[in-house]
């Protein structure tokens, strides 16, 4: 490991639970990885699979009924879970910050779309005025929109999902943080702009040494993007891979399944293949392997809970059959 | 964007004119051939007597005791034409109305409203006739009363053919099931519900309806309709009897007479009707009580309207307030000058339910107005215990002290009389007039004698306005000229129009002469009043001067009058109080206490509160009203808290029974 | 490009094969105040259906050697009076009873009506737009921009006492007197005030009713629907009113709940229904008469108000929870 | 932004019309009336004080009963018909009946009936001349009243109640803000805890029972109980005292002083604030739950914002919008006064001027104050609007 030193963040045994009326849901339930600075992270998985609530984690933005029970998340060496809110909330918007689903729902409605860049500024680094302002143009610039001084003025809702999405980018980097979590930037885009952003993303990502966490349900993202991939399923970690190796020869038959289901350029095929089944209720989840219902490879073993096993190098997987 | 509104409008109106369409009666009469005739407008709300009389020989009463009626078998064949001609299958049998009478145990009434009364007090309140006890024109002769005999109820029942349990029946299975209509105040929502019992405890159904009393007594709804079988409510009893509209033949109320006269029965009893329409044409009291028993008498054989009882009313006042006096006949403010506050206290509340509408006697007459009035005027006689007293008139001016003279007079064509109508005309042919014997007669020709009433007021000398400037022939002149001016917006002009003259004498006395017929029961009580002539307006103008149609509209008139009264207006606060000051110029001298406020408050409940809490004084009848508060006064009365006033009222509940159906 | 999912449920959702509406009750079942109050409701609705065979006494029976008795005291018979007797000495308990038959169904009938008139017309105007809208949108502002109370006096003052010359058929009338245990005469005055209560409480329905519809008309599967051929009505009964049902029912509950309360504001101001059908407005109005000498008595009639009231405000609290989709669980 | 408002113009002209219509229609349509009041102090008379038709005549006259009911609503509102136009122009125009015409109805069954039908004297532009008339409410002027200060103006009777109006819903609203906003706020942010529970249960119990239980049990306890058992107590209503009044332990307080009107205002104002905090607190917290769900929330939660910014800069900004809606009312409530409450408490205000006018027939000062309402109520809708564009960038008027 090369970058030993350059480590951002550790998560460990991180298991983020829902106190609900009908019971205790899992939806993050051991989580670990290690992210260093510079590096892209992806994390896939179905909706329900506890990506979001993972990031969220990670902020310790998760609300009630939801709370991390255990775990630690070590960032830049100290534990976030152990820090107090007030300091937590230093470390959010400025070291680490955050890109959200949808653009357009994810900015206040009331505020024109420069104050909101403006107080990110203002918070974490005290700028006011006009400081505050050409900060705000350079933003802007950054992110590739034109004419920043007008887009100040505006609302959220004068703009387009593409537009917003920049802004938001532009909001997450105002601080230059540590680190980036992008919760599905793009899904609520169309693909041209999906594209754009991606870019944008890419470009922003060489400019300024940030490492990123890329959640998304989108393979094509994920393989354009990240270095090294996570596949959660029902709240657990079942495949770790760097980015190539997992599309070049994907372990868990879960990671088989969503591969199989991404459309291929040229293909005309008029359903995609879908895994059968659906994700499983996290109250009370199955024993043992929790892809086991779905998985058309499974065996007696599947009943018992399959450790992860780290089959190659820099490789994990949670599934009997490379054990 | 128009057009839409309009549509909008229009869809709204057909919205209100459905339920209007409803409220007007579901169903239209059948379309028959019906003769339309243009009425000559009476011009008097008096019925049309001599196009719409009923014929008597019709519609008399048709039954009387021991005689069954049957027309309940067959009341087609006894119908006579017109409207409210089919007797009542069960209440024109006068047994049934009896036994009505027989079952219904009225100290119980009583005792469900006044349950704090003694026996003897409610015995007090009892009333056998349309007379309250100890009033003058009570017949105590020839009147039969109904005590509570629920067995001679039943009996008279069975008799008549109503027999069966629990609910009795007769023989064709019709039920006797009457329905009660009342107002929905709850006094008589109280009694009612306690009268609903003892007459099912005589097989009698009664099914009560309470409502409004806006529709109650509406001009054109509930009681003026006659939409009743058993239906109560309450005359306010005065010293003259009179009653003539009550239970006059050619007063029931019937479409043929556009619902005219009050007797909402449809009693007919000739005897009855002669004589009370007698009584009401003469002024000798002793020929007068005659001709009230008489009518009496028929009244309660007849049973057609069931006398209750009198009401209570209550006042309450703050214990330091000496020589308070609550009196069924008079407003209690019309002693004020002699309160005294025991305690060294300079100020009375005074608690009101309304506030007046305006300070000018002559056009309103609402009791609040009434009871500030009193404070700020001197009045001509009070009407104390069903009489009358002399207060600011020497005595009273009446025929046996010579005040006043009723003489004979010949009247001929053309000389201006008085008719029946109410109306001062010219004798003509077809005049109907009461001649000086007391017969009712249509002038054809010749000379005719009639009575003409002559009266002379002499007031106290020494009546002086606030501002010490004595009253004088011209203030009476003034009140004449104003008070007799159709602009003036007064409320009624009959006694004016009957003045065929007057003539000032001096400051204190004047003499007014009427028309031939014209007989006021009550002419002895003063005629006239005055206003101050001499008062100058903010504008400048001579209050003399302004026309009466501007006098309503004054302040100087209707917000702050110059008083010859005890007290004078300092200030008037719209919605809360007015304070009044005392008049050092008072003729009975300045009153004892300086000060008296009257406090405006709506609400019962909250004057109740107000006046335990020690902000209020005094509350009258006007507020506590006849209901539930009474007892509330009489315990706190009884509790030293306040001194506490309950009197019989001149109020009076009674059922009416209605004879006839529509 | 990517991968099929139910994209458009929560995170947490677990898995859909339940109905929605199964949800709905489940997340109710749960809400234990709200099931709570639910029970509670049913068994009023219970005990005022049962009222005749409940009631010790009779109705309107007065007994005046046992006036303003307090609660659970003796009468000179022997006979114990649950929750007292009023100035009648009539049974307040037995009262109560039919009381809250009439206040109860009240309540709901004529929020059931208003409802309706608002559903309907909320819909229309929503769905068709145009002039049926102006029509309904200018009509609600109308009656919204006089006081309810006014109205309500008014239109109250017309009609009571009138009762008998609206063409209400005599089987409604005998219906009415059967499912509030009243006299058929007293059931007339009780359909009116219904009537006159839903006539002026339709308005907050319709209005959001009418947003509902114009929401939902432009809701994607509408127009998929229309393409299909559907005609106009099917649209209506099959798409649009399911869809609105879940506000409805949230709005029903707060219907309830104010028709409660203005049938005891009626009675205060000495309309609506009248003694002797009681109902918990007016007994609260006579009871207050005599709160001076009596303070116990008015709060024997608003206890049922206050209880009933909460119980349908709490449980379409606990509805609205159950019914908001983006409750978690 | 011009065309929005004279759009809101007309048509707040038409409902403003045809509501003032419709309450005048349904005023007049009220049983009882002037001619009922005549009628029935009829009753009984003893003769001197008989009506007569001419009598009844100028009843109807002085209230314009003569009228028929579109004329009498066009001069009630803008004055007209007050005689022949330009003074000589349909002269005998009829306009209303003076006298009304009688038709006796002779059926083949021999039963008679008299009914009023026609019109036996017409009431002609002419014959109108000299009626004072109003310039119109639309020229601002509502007439005299007719019964509640009689023949005074009703402007008069308005502004003598106004201040106390005011003052009552001005402090109630304001605190009810005041306080149910921070609850509703609380209640949402801590949803579910002891202290939204609380507020909830009393939320509920104040929309749960009507006003003058409130009003009456307030008076019970404060005034009457109080006072019997020694203790300092408020009074039970009015605005001022009559007279100077002794309170236990705290001495004599000056009828009129501050002190006096202070003590005064406290059980009515916490009567009607209590109501309103009580639906006002669930509208917010509901509105403040639905916010605080919203992304942006999160949004501002993840750019570091304080936790207390986040709740009062960028959820509650949001929230109170819909809150808005209510407060367009505001204003008409300002006016309008609270009828129950003002009349439980005696407080000398509009509504209870309403209802006494209501009760008396007082038709100018109902329909004055129904007008103002309905125009106050459309002016806060038409500010509400404007208000949604300044708050909400989102909303623009089109």
Avoid at chain 2, 339 to 347: I, N
Avoid at chain 2, 528 to 547: E, I, M, Q
Wanted: charged share 20%; net charge negative; hydrophobic share 45%.
């Amino acid at each position: 490991m090369a970058n030993v030193n350059r480590e951002i963040l550790r998560v460990e045994g991180l298991k983020t639970h829902f106190f609900t009326d009908e019971g205790v849901v899992q939806a993050v339930d051991g989580v670990d990885f290690v992210l260093h600075r510079g590096e892209t992270l992806g994390i896939v998985g179905e909706s329900g699979s506890g990506k979001s609530v993972t990031s969220l984690s990670l902020l310790r933005l998760v609300s009630r009924p939801g709370r991390i029970v255990e775990g630690q998340l070590l960032f830049d060496g100290v534990d976030l879970t152990s820090i107090s809110e007030e300091q937590m909330r230093a470390i959010r918007g400025d070291r680490i910050s955050m890109i959200f689903q949808q653009p357009t729902t994810a900015l206040n409605p009331v505020f024109r779309v420069g104050d909101q860049i403006i107080e990110t500024l203002t918070i974490h680094q005290g700028l006011q005025g006009n400081e505050a302002q050409q900060r705000c143009r350079e933003l802007l610039t950054m992110v590739g929109l034109p004419d920043p001084e007008r887009r100040m003025r505006q609302y959220p809702h004068e703009l387009s999902g593409g537009q917003c999405q920049r802004i938001m980018i532009a909001m997450a980097l105002a601080c230059n943080p540590e680190l980036l979590i992008a919760d599905e930037p793009t899904t609520a885009l169309d693909v041209t702009i999906q594209a754009q952003i991606l870019d944008l993303m890419r470009a922003l990502r060489e400019k300024i040494d940030t490492a990123i966490i890329l959640i998304t349900h989108d393979m094509g993202v994920v393989a354009e993007m990240a270095d090294n991939v996570i596949v959660m399923y029902a709240g657990q970690v079942v495949e770790y891979a760097e980015v190539k190796q997992l599309f070049a020869n994907p372990l868990h038959p879960y990671t088989i399944g969503l591969l199989n289901s991404m459309p291929v350029l040229g293909d005309v095929r008029d359903e995609l293949a879908v895994i059968p089944g659906t994700v499983p209720s996290l109250i009370n989840p199955p024993v043992g392997c929790r892809f086991a219902a779905r998985c058309d490879r499974r065996f007696e073993r599947c009943t018992e809970t399959p450790p992860m096993v780290e089959p190659e190098q820099g490789r994990r997987v949670r599934c009997w059959l490379y054990r | 964007m128009g057009l839409l509104s309009r549509r909008a409008a229009a869809f709204a109106l057909l919205a209100l004119i459905l339920p209007i369409l409803a409220a007007c009666g579901g169903t239209p009469p059948a379309a028959e051939p019906v003769v339309r005739e243009t009425v000559v407008v009476v011009q008097t709300a008096e019925p049309i007597v001599v196009t719409a009389t009923p014929d008597p020989d019709q519609v008399v009463e048709p039954t009387t005791e021991g005689e069954p009626a049957d027309e309940a078998d067959e009341p087609a064949a006894a119908a006579p034409s017109g409207a409210f001609s089919t007797p009542h299958p069960i209440l024109s049998d006068v047994r049934v109305r009896h036994a009505i009478a027989y079952c219904s145990n009225r100290p119980e009434l009583i005792e469900s409203v006044y349950p704090f009364l003694s026996d003897e007090q409610k015995e007090e309140l009892l009333m056998d006739t349309f007379l309250p006890q100890g009033h003058w024109a009570l017949a105590t002769e020839n009147i039969t009363t109904y005590p509570f005999d629920l067995e001679r109820g039943q009996e008279l029942l069975e008799e008549a053919g109503w027999t069966g349990e629990p609910v009795r029946s007769n023989e064709d299975g019709d039920v006797l099931a009457l329905n009660f209509t009342t107002t929905n105040a709850q006094f008589r929502q109280t009694w009612g519900a306690v009268f609903i019992q003892q007459m099912a405890a005589c097989g009698i159904q009664v099914i009560p309806t309470y409502a409004p009393g806006s529709w109650w007594f509406g001009s054109t709804t509930g009681l003026a309709r006659r939409e009743f079988e058993l239906g109560a409510f309450a005359w306010v009893g005065q010293t003259d009897p009179a009653g003539r509209t009550l239970y006059a033949c050619n007063q029931i109320p019937l479409p043929e007479n556009n619902w005219e006269g009050q007797n909402y029965m449809g009693w007919c009893n000739e005897r009855a009707s002669i004589a009370i329409t007698a009584a009401n044409n003469t002024l000798d009291r002793d020929e007068r009580i005659r001709q009230y028993a008489i009518v009496q008498e028929e009244f309660t054989r007849d049973m057609v309207s069931l006398p209750l009882f009198n009401r209570l009313e209550a006042y309450a006042a703050s214990n330091n307030l000496v020589n308070f006096r609550a009196d069924p006949t008079e407003y209690y403010t019309a002693n004020a000058f002699e309160w005294e506050l025991s305690d060294g206290g300079d100020t009375v509340v005074i608690g009101l339910t309304q506030e007046p509408a305006t300070l000018w006697t002559l056009i309103e007459s609402a009791a609040v107005q009434r009871v500030v009035s009193f404070l700020l005027g001197v009045p001509a006689t009070t009407s104390y215990t069903y009489d009358f007293q002399p207060f600011g008139l020497t005595q009273l001016s009446t025929i046996e002290n010579g005040a006043a003279v009723n003489e004979e007079v010949e009247v001929s064509e053309g000389d201006t009389v008085w008719n029946t109508d109410g109306e001062a005309v010219e004798l003509a042919p077809g005049v109907e007039v009461v001649t000086a014997d007391g017969e009712t007669v249509v002038y054809e020709s010749g000379t005719l004698t009639m009575m003409q009433l002559s009266v002379t007021d002499t007031w106290v000398e020494g009546l002086t306005w606030e501002d010490g400037e004595p009253v004088k022939q011209a203030d009476f002149e003034l009140a004449y000229k104003i008070d007799c001016d159709p602009d003036s917006g007064a409320v009624t002009l009959a006694v004016c129009r009957s003045m065929a003259d007057v003539e000032f004498h001096d400051d204190v006395s004047y003499t007014v002469t009427f028309y031939p017929g014209v007989q006021w029961p009550t002419y002895f009580s003063g005629l006239l009043t005055f206003y101050p002539s001499h008062l100058v307006l903010s504008d400048g103008r001579n209050l003399a001067d302004v026309p009466a149609s501007e006098w309503s509209s004054l302040p100087e008139v209707v917000e702050s009058p110059l008083s010859s009264g005890p007290y004078t207006i300092e200030s008037w606060d719209k919605g809360q109080r007015m304070t009044l000051r005392a008049n050092p110029n008072y003729f009975q001298g300045e009153p004892a206490v300086s000060t008296i406020i009257v406090q405006f408050v709506a609400d019962t409940n909250q004057a109740v509160a107000q006046l335990l809490t020690g902000e209020i004084d005094v509350l009258g009848s006007e507020t506590l009203g006849a209901g539930t508060e009474v007892e509330m006064v009489i315990e706190a009365g009884e509790a030293g808290t306040i001194q506490a006033f309950v009197v019989p009222s001149s109020t009076w509940e009674h059922v009416d029974m209605n004879l006839y159906r529509r | 490009m990517s991968v099929p999912s139910s994209a458009a449920m929560p995170e947490l959702k677990p898995a859909r094969s339940e109905g929605q509406w199964a949800i709905v009750f489940r997340r109710l079942r749960r809400h234990r105040v709200a099931m709570f109050c639910f029970v509670v409701l049913i068994g009023m609705l219970t005990i005022s259906a049962l009222a005749p065979l409940i009631a010790p006494f009779e109705r309107d029976e007065p007994n005046l050697r046992a006036r303003f008795l307090t609660p659970m005291s003796v009468d000179n018979d022997g006979n114990l009076r649950l929750l007292g007797t009023d100035h009648l000495g009539r049974d307040y308990f037995t009262r109560l009873l039919y009381a809250s038959r009439v206040s109860l169904g009240t309540a709901f009938f004529a929020t059931f009506l208003a409802s309706a008139i608002g559903i309907t017309l909320g819909i229309l105007a929503g769905f068709f737009g145009g002039w049926v809208d102006v029509i309904v949108s200018r009509t609600l502002e109308v009656i919204a921009s006089i006081p309810t109370l006014v109205l309500l006096l008014i239109v109250v003052t017309v009609f009571v006492g009138r009762e008998e010359d609206i063409p209400i058929p005599r089987f409604v009338t005998s219906i009415f007197a059967g499912f509030f245990a009243v006299q058929t005469r007293e059931a007339n005055i009780v359909l009116l005030v219904n009537i006159v209560l839903a006539l002026f409480g339709w308005t907050v329905t319709a209005r959001l009713m009418r947003g509902m519809a114009m929401s939902v008309r432009e809701h994607i599967y509408i127009e998929a629907a229309r393409a299909l051929g559907a005609s106009n009505f099917r649209i209506l009964v099959r798409h649009v009113f399911p869809n609105s049902l879940p506000p409805m029912i949230v709005d029903f509950t707060l219907g309830v709940n104010a028709i409660l309360l203005a049938e005891s504001a009626l009675s205060f101001l000495g309309f609506g229904i009248q003694d002797p059908t009681p109902t918990w407005g007016n007994m609260l109005n006579n009871a207050q008469n005599y709160m001076f000498q009596h303070p116990w008595m008015p709060l024997i009639p608003a206890m049922p108000i206050l209880i009933a009231s909460l119980a349908v405000n709490y449980f379409g609290d606990g509805l609205r929870d159950a019914l908001d989709p983006r409750q978690r669980g | 932004m011009t065309t929005f408002l004279i759009r809101r113009f007309v048509q707040m002209f038409f409902v403003t019309v045809v509501a003032a219509f419709l309450s005048f229609i349904l005023l007049y349509l009220a049983p009882g009336g002037p001619i009922d009041e005549l009628r029935g102090a009829q009753r009984q008379n003893d003769g001197m004080s008989r009506v007569d038709q001419t009598d009844v005549q100028r009843v109807r006259e002085r209230f314009e009963l003569d009228f028929y009911l579109p004329f009498r609503f066009s001069r009630w509102l803008i004055g007209w018909p007050s005689g022949p136009i330009f003074g000589a122009i349909g002269a005998d125009w009829q306009v209303g009946c003076s006298i009304p015409g009688q038709v006796r109805l002779v059926y083949p069954d021999g039963r008679v009936e008299i009914i009023e039908e026609g019109c036996e004297v017409p009431l002609t532009l002419a014959s109108i001349e000299d009626r004072r008339v109003s310039n119109g409410v639309f020229f601002g002027d509502f007439g005299l009243s007719q019964t509640i200060l009689r023949d005074r103006p009703v402007m008069t009777l308005i502004m003598s109640r106004l201040p106390y109006t005011l003052s009552l819903m001005g402090t109630s609203i304001l605190l009810s803000i005041l306080i149910a906003v921070p609850i509703g706020i609380y209640s949402a942010v801590r949803q579910y805890s002891r202290f939204d529970y609380t507020m909830t249960t009393i939320a509920f119990i104040g929309s749960s029972l009507p006003s003058f239980v409130f009003g009456i049990f307030a008076i019970l306890i404060f005034s009457i109980l109080a006072q019997r058992a020694g203790l300092p107590y408020l009074p039970s209503g009015n605005a001022s005292g009559a007279r100077d009044w002794v309170m236990p332990y705290f001495g004599r307080i000056e009828a009129g002083s501050l002190v006096d009107r202070g003590l005064r205002f406290i059980m009515p104002v916490g009567v009607l604030t209590f109501i309103n905090i009580a639906g006002w607190s669930r509208f917010i917290r509901a509105s403040m739950l639905e916010v605080l769900q919203q992304d942006y929330v999160r949004t501002a939660r993840a750019k570091g914002v304080k936790e207390r910014m986040v709740i009062i800069k960028h959820a509650l900004r949001n929230a109170l919008i819909p809150f808005i809606t209510l407060l367009a009312g505001v204003l008409a409530a300002l006016f309008g006064g609270a009828l129950i409450t003002e009349a439980v408490f005696n407080w000398p205000g509009l509504g209870r001027l309403f209802i006494d006018a209501l009760g008396r027939h007082d038709y100018n000062v109902v329909m004055a104050l129904l007008f103002v309402n309905v125009v106050l109520l459309m002016i806060g809708i038409l500010i509400a609007d404007i208000l949604y564009t300044i708050v909400d960038p989102r909303i623009r008027l089109s």
